[in-house]
T-cell receptor
Framework: KNQVEQSPQSLIILEGKNCTLQ??????????LRWYKQDTGRGPVSLTI?????NTKSNGRYTATLDADTKQSSLHITASQLSDSASYIC??????????????FGAGTRLAVHP | NAGVTQTPKFRVLKTGQSMTLLCAQD?????MYWYRQDPGMGLRLIHY???????AKGEVPDGYNVSRLKKQNFLLGLESAAPSQTSVYFC?????????????FGEGSRLTVL
């Protein structure tokens, strides 16, 4: 069964510190892996999209990495800010026929940045 | 920029009542989707549409119906609401299929069924 597992479930860090969120997936084959940020009470917003052949993608202080061999991805946040407090969702797009409009969502990691 | 707009944002229903959630997008996207988000779970696809006049079932379609009479609108209906349908519902749209296309979400509609 195609699955996307994220860890940790929740994380608290101090403002200015770095952190790394993990995503393990069993979806295979896949077209792309995405990371979304979801603020409380809002819809998810895209941070990065990586195809299966890409290893890293950055968006400002957010850097996503992908290891297709181990089926792992990580999202690294540098110099965290209070506005980084949100849920971060890992999403995988299967590439099998019939799956071109299906995404597999992880349950998310809830990050709290404290002053 | 309006993007994807959902109405209503909040609704409380009694078991057995019906309602319709409206999603409107102004980006001229072909593809539209309805997801539900429950605590501790990833978003799950309810129904989707690949163009005006088309609909297709997603992962959890039971108890829901949809219509796409106009390209910019995608309606999600609950004919007889059940407590298990208490959730946050997200509409999304994309210009292309999701194996290559970016997905844009609305702000969500929180539904409580008593």
């Amino acid at each position: 069964k195609n699955q996307v597992e994220q860890s940790p479930q929740s994380l608290i860090i101090l403002e200015g510190k770095n952190c790394t969120l993990q995503c393990n997936y069993t979806v295979s084959p896949f077209s792309n892996l995405r990371w979304y940020k979801q603020d409380t009470g809002r819809g998810p917003v895209s941070l990065t999209i990586m195809t299966f052949s890409e290893n890293t993608k950055s968006n400002g202080r957010y850097t996503a990495t992908l290891d297709a061999d181990t089926k792992q991805s990580s999202l690294h946040i540098t110099a965290s800010q209070l506005s980084d407090s949100a849920s971060y969702i890992c999403v995988v797009s299967p590439s099998a026929p019939g799956g071109y409009n299906k995404l597999i969502f992880g349950a998310g990691t809830r990050l709290a940045v404290h002053p | 920029n309006a993007g994807v707009t959902q109405t209503p944002k909040f609704r409380v229903l009694k078991t057995g009542q019906s309602m319709t959630l409206l999603c409107a997008q102004d980006m001229n996207h072909e593809y539209m989707y309805w997801y539900r988000q429950d605590p501790g779970m990833g978003l799950r696809l309810i129904h989707y549409s690949v163009g005006e006049g088309t609909t297709a079932k997603g992962e959890v379609p039971d108890g829901y119906n949809v219509s796409r009479l106009k390209k910019q609108n995608f309606l999600l209906g609950l004919e007889s609401a059940a407590p298990s349908q208490t959730s946050v519902y997200f509409c999304a749209s994309s210009y292309r299929q999701l194996n290559t296309g970016e997905l844009f979400f609305g702000e969500g509609s929180r539904l409580t069924v008593l």
